[in-house]
C-alpha cells in the first residue's frame, strides 16, 4: 500500500498538469470578466451559520471557539450581496466579481460532481432592467468562448412565468406545488393526472399542459402568448421578451417551463450546456438580497470536465549552471531551471527526459538536438 | 444525431424496454444472445445498465435518456425530466405486515430506503428504516423487521407467506426518462422519440 493519506470524498489533489491549466480557465475568464468592468472581490470561506441561508441544510458545519456554529461558503452570491452593504457608499449599479473553492456536504461524488469545487462568477447589483439581464447573459457566453466552448447554448427560463400559470388554476398553494413538481419535470401522465383529480378543465387545464412543451428557440416566447392568461403571466413574459431582444437569437433557448429556484429567483434564470455534456457549465438568474441584482457562476471542474483532458505542461526552456545567465533568461521572459549538480551528463539526461531544448553552461548555451553551441544573449532574444 | 439511451439489463425490463423503442420507430437487432453492455446501431448506442442505475446514467448525462421502472426513479431521488408514461406492468409501492403485526412498528425494512423514509416522514411513523437487498419478506416473518415497504405485483407471494398489504402507498409504471441538457440540445430528435412514445404507449398492453 503506497503511503498516501485519504481525501475526503468529492475532493481532489490536483497536479501541476491539471493545476496549471485550471489556473490559467481562471486567468482567461477573471480577463473577460475585467474587461466587462467587474471589479474583484472575496468572501470568508468560514460564514457564520444561518439558518436562512439557501443551503443551510447542505453546508458543512463547524463549531468556532465561543460554540458559535459556523458552515463552509457554498455559494458566493448570498455572501457578496452583503458585502455590498458594507462598501462605503457604493454608486449602483456596482459590478463585482469573485473566484474560489465551495463546499457542499450532501452532494454525491461522481462525473463533474464534487463536494469541494470552484466557481467564478459576477454579481451586477443595484439595478433591475432588461438591460442589466442581457448583460449578465452575454457575460456568461463570452465567457464560455473564451475557454473554448463556442457551441455552448444559454437557455433561458422565467419561474414566474410557471408561477403565474399555475395561479391561473386558483388552487391551495399545496395543489400549486404538486403541479409545479410535475412542471419541473416535464412529466405529462403526472400533469394530466393532477389536473384531472383537481378538477382543472378547459382553458386553464390547457395552459398548464403547455407549460412542459414550451421549449426551444425564441419562437417559444410568441407561442407562450396563448397561455398567459392574467397580467402576472403577461409581465413575465413582456420582461423575458426585452431581454430577449437585446440578445443575438442563435446562441439562445428558451424554456418557459423552467420551475426551479421559484422562490429564490424574482426574473430571467439561465444555465448553459454545451453538446455532448449532460451537465449545466453554469447558471444564474435575477434575485433580490436586499436589493435587485443579477448574477451568475462557471464551475470549473464542470468546464474542466466538458473540456476534456488537460493540456500538457510547458516545458522550461533551459537548465543553467550559472545564476547569472539564468537571471538574465528570466529577465526576457524565459522559464529556466537552474542546475541541481555539477555533473552535465545527469543535466543533460534530464534535459532529454523532459524536452528542455538548451542547457547553459556558464554563459554559452547548448542545443541538445544538434550540439550548436550560442550566446545566452542570442536565448534571451 | 447521436443518441445514448440507458436501458435496464433486467431480463423482463429490458424486454418491455427493447420493445418500446422498436414500437417507437427504433431499428435495433435481435439482441437475444448479446453480452455486450454497450451496443452501437449507427447513430445509436444503448447502455444495458443495472435497473436501479438508469436515473444515474441519465441524470450525469452519460446515457441522453432511458427507460426504467418508477421504483427505482423514486429511490434514486435524481432530477430527470419523465416526460413519458410508458404503461407495462402495473405494480405499486406498499406498506406490508404481518397478519398480527406488532403493536408498535419500530423497524421497516425495504430495498428502498430514500422513499420508504419519506412515506415514513409523510405518515409520521418514527421508524428505523432497515435496507436490505432483497427478499424482504422473510424480515418480517423472522422478526428483524416489523413491517416492510416494498413493491407488490400480484400480492401472491406476500399471501403464501402470511403477510397483508396494508396499505397501497402509489401506483407504479414504466417511464421514459431524459437529461436535462439532453432534452434541450438534441431537442428535434428527442421531441420525436417522446411523441412516438407516448403514442405508443396507449396501446402497449399491461
Not at chain 1, 432592467?129 to 473564451?146: F, H, K, Y
Request: glycine content about 8%; aromatic content about 6%; some cysteine.
Amino acid at each position: 500500500m503506497p503511503n498516501v493519506r485519504l481525501i475526503p470524498d468529492g475532493t481532489r489533489y490536483s497536479t501541476p498538469q491539471e493545476e496549471t491549466w485550471r489556473e490559467r480557465l481562471r486567468h482567461q475568464l477573471e480577463s473577460v470578466l475585467h474587461l466587462w468592468g467587474y471589479d474583484p472581490v472575496q468572501t470568508p470561506a468560514l460564514e457564520v451559520f444561518n439558518p436562512h441561508h439557501p443551503l443551510a441544510e447542505k453546508g458543512f458545519k463547524l463549531v468556532d471557539r465561543d460554540g458559535t456554529v459556523l458552515m463552509l461558503r457554498g455559494e458566493y452570491t448570498t455572501s457578496v450581496a452583503q458585502l455590498v452593504q458594507t462598501l462605503p457608499t457604493p454608486t449602483y449599479p456596482v459590478r463585482l466579481r469573485y473566484s474560489g473553492p465551495l463546499w457542499v456536504r450532501t452532494r454525491d461524488a461522481e462525473l463533474g460532481r464534487q463536494r469541494e469545487y470552484t466557481q467564478v462568477g459576477a454579481e451586477l447589483l443595484g439595478v433591475q432592467t432588461p438591460q442589466s439581464d442581457a448583460e449578465i447573459l452575454s457575460l456568461a457566453l463570452g465567457c464560455l468562448d473564451v475557454v473554448g466552448l463556442p457551441k455552448a447554448a444559454v437557455e433561458i427560463g422565467h419561474p414566474g412565468f410557471v408561477k403565474a400559470v399555475l395561479e391561473q388554476t386558483q388552487l391551495e398553494p399545496d395543489k400549486i406545488q404538486a403541479l409545479r413538481g410535475a412542471v419541473h419535470r416535464k412529466n405529462a401522465p403526472e400533469l394530466n393526472r393532477l389536473l384531472e383529480q383537481y378538477g382543472i378543465a378547459g382553458q386553464t387545464r390547457a395552459a398548464v399542459l403547455r407549460l412542459i412543451d414550451l421549449y426551444g428557440s425564441v419562437d417559444v416566447l410568441r407561442e407562450a402568448k396563448e397561455i398567459a392568461l392574467n397580467a402576472e403571466a403577461k409581465d413575465c413574459l413582456e420582461n423575458i421578451r426585452a431581454v430577449a431582444e437585446l440578445l443575438p437569437p442563435e446562441r439562445f433557448l428558451f424554456d418557459l417551463g423552467i420551475a426551479r429556484g421559484l422562490d429564490y429567483y424574482t426574473g430571467v434564470i439561465f444555465q448553459a450546456y454545451t453538446p455532448d455534456f449532460g451537465q449545466p457549465l453554469c447558471g444564474g438568474g435575477r434575485y433580490n438580497a436586499g436589493l435587485p441584482a443579477v448574477g451568475f457562476a462557471l464551475g470549473l471542474e464542470r468546464l474542466t470536465t466538458a473540456l476534456g483532458e488537460a493540456p500538457s505542461l510547458e516545458t522550461v526552456y533551459a537548465i543553467c549552471t550559472a545564476p547569472q545567465s539564468a537571471q538574465r533568461l528570466r529577465a526576457a521572459g524565459k522559464r529556466v531551471i537552474g542546475a541541481w549538480t555539477d555533473k552535465q551528463a545527469e543535466l543533460e539526461q534530464a534535459a532529454l527526459a523532459w524536452g528542455v531544448p538548451y542547457l547553459v553552461l556558464g554563459d554559452v548555451a547548448l542545443r541538445l538536438e544538434d550540439g550548436v553551441r550560442c550566446s545566452v544573449e542570442e536565448l534571451c532574444s | 444525431m447521436q443518441l445514448t439511451i440507458a436501458i435496464p439489463s433486467g431480463e423482463r425490463s429490458k424486454k418491455f424496454a427493447l420493445d418500446c423503442l422498436r414500437r417507437a420507430g427504433l431499428e435495433i437487432p435481435d439482441l437475444t444472445d448479446s453480452r455486450s453492455l454497450r451496443l452501437e446501431f449507427g447513430e445509436l448506442t444503448l447502455l444495458l445498465v443495472k435497473d436501479p442505475d438508469v436515473p444515474v446514467y441519465v441524470d450525469v448525462g452519460v446515457a441522453d435518456c432511458g427507460i426504467v421502472g418508477q421504483d427505482h426513479i423514486l429511490e434514486s431521488g435524481r432530477d430527470n425530466y419523465e416526460p413519458v408514461d410508458l404503461g407495462g406492468n402495473k405494480y405499486r409501492f406498499s406498506y406490508i405486515t404481518l397478519s398480527n403485526p406488532p403493536a408498535r412498528v419500530e423497524r421497516v425494512a425495504t430495498k428502498y430506503p430514500r422513499a420508504t423514509r419519506q412515506f415514513l416522514r409523510q405518515r409520521g411513523i418514527a421508524a428505523d428504516v432497515i435496507a436490505l437487498g432483497g427478499k424482504i419478506e422473510l424480515s418480517a416473518l423472522t422478526g428483524l423487521a416489523d413491517a416492510i415497504v416494498d413493491i407488490v405485483e400480484t400480492g401472491r407471494t406476500l399471501q403464501e407467506n402470511g403477510l397483508v398489504e396494508r396499505e397501497r402507498l402509489l401506483e407504479l409504471s414504466t417511464r421514459f426518462i431524459v437529461n436535462r441538457a439532453a432534452l434541450k440540445l438534441k431537442a428535434a430528435t428527442l421531441r420525436d422519440l417522446i411523441h412516438s412514445l407516448t403514442a405508443i404507449s396507449a396501446r402497449i398492453p399491461a
